[in-house]
């Protein structure tokens, strides 16, 4: 390589660190792209296929796949046909590069796409994770990684005979407010958490009908909302629960209701005696909330789960913490990840973890009974020191 490419190269690293550092300011800490330019570069960026183009894809993955350093928007599956020309026409997409649910597989033969982002019902997560995989690319599955644990660890299997990263679209543990609320639960910084309190959802319109199929959505908003909940609680505390009680609301809609619950209240225990009290549904809008109290202190965030606008504020004053592209920040750490072969914070055995507790929570609010959850994944993301 002669001098004048590697001068180039250490360039585009200093520069893109700096970047990096002016536009977070104080919030750099949090960033996944913090360090990447210190070690490896790719080529160019990794390649991204979203698998379904839904509200999801249209209005945040694909607008945030044009602020991203190190990946980009360079496929889509869809089988709408339309939606691939308007598709195409807004993000260049190259025609060879654009498939549908019949012809995905032959993704394997397209070196331009390294990643594939699964964005499906939920109830579709598995068949898509397992063929992208047997494709021999990368995948980010969104949450909940499935319907149950059983297939959350077919998932596992294949992307590990594979030799492929798999990461869950866990956006929140890349937000510095989500971050900070780790440091400040797991670090014990107002002493040892006693009890956190999360609630999460909103009055469904059935403007997405697989929501409320159990064919597809696998579950209500315990599945869609209430993962939120369970995992800020999780990370928050820095534990795995030991038990879990819940109780189903009632349904306002019978009809619209039929397949799945309307919401949901459940309590996790710790093994420590801390509980947290959470709540989901798609029967109301609820003011969505994380709060921890601890033995000297408390710490909260209103909003809590939205896409931007959250808010912080502890015992000692309001968080002075900007927000970021969350989807953005998610990615590329993914991207980063798989440049320098390093683990995702996000991996599918937490999903796997998730899948467990969910259907740990659907059995005690059919049971009326508390349901040990022993047999739970023991993954946590652990906050940064």
Request: glycine letters at 8%; charged letters at 20%.
């Amino acid at each position: 390589m002669d001098s004048s490419a590697v001068s180039r190269r250490q360039f585009l690293r200093h520069l893109s660190l700096a970047a990096g550092a002016t536009v977070l300011g104080s919030a750099a800490w949090a960033h996944p792209w913090r360090g990447l330019a210190d070690e490896l570069l790719p080529a160019r960026p990794l390649g991204v296929a979203l698998v379904g183009l839904g509200k999801y894809s249209t209005g945040l993955l694909a607008p945030a796949l044009q602020e991203t350093k190190w990946c980009r928007l360079a496929g889509i599956v869809t089988g709408t046909p339309a939606k691939a020309v308007q598709w195409q026409r807004q993000y260049n997409i190259p025609t060879q590069n654009v498939y549908n649910y019949q012809t995905f597989d032959r993704i394997i033969d397209n070196p331009a796409i390294d990643v594939v982002y699964v964005v499906l019902p939920n109830a579709l997560h598995a068949e898509y994770v397992v063929r992208a995989a047997q494709a021999g690319k990368h995948v980010i599955c969104e949450k909940p990684m499935a319907t149950t644990a059983a297939d959350a660890r077919r998932m596992i299997a294949a992307m590990q005979k594979a030799g492929k990263k798999l990461s869950i679209g866990y956006r929140l543990h890349f937000e510095p407010h989500h971050r900070e609320m780790m440091r400040l639960g797991q670090q014990e910084v107002f002493g040892p958490v006693k009890h956190l309190v999360a609630d999460n959802g909103f009055k469904f319109n059935n403007d997405t009908p697989w929501r409320v199929s159990k064919a597809l959505g696998g579950g209500g908003p315990l599945l869609d909302m209430g993962i939120y909940c369970l995992q800020g609680c999780l990370y928050t505390k820095g534990q795995v629960p030991v038990s879990v009680t819940a109780k189903f609301t009632a349904k306002p809609d019978p009809v619209l209701f039929k397949e799945v619950e309307a919401g949901v209240n459940w309590q996790l225990q710790f093994a420590d005696g801390a509980v947290a009290d959470c709540r989901t549904t798609y029967a109301e809008n609820m003011a969505s909330r994380l709060r921890a109290d601890a033995t000297t202190g408390w710490a909260e965030l209103a909003p809590a789960f939205g896409y931007g606008g959250i808010q912080g504020r502890t015992s000692q004053g309001v968080m002075n913490i900007h927000n970021v592209n969350q989807q953005a920040a998610q990615m590329d750490d993914f991207a980063a990840c798989i440049i320098n072969n390093k683990p995702t914070r996000v991996p599918g055995e937490m999903g796997l973890r998730d899948v467990q507790l969910l259907e740990a929570i659907y059995r005690a609010a059919e049971t009326g009974q508390k349901v040990s959850t022993k047999d739970v994944a023991l993954v946590l993301d652990k906050a940064v020191r």
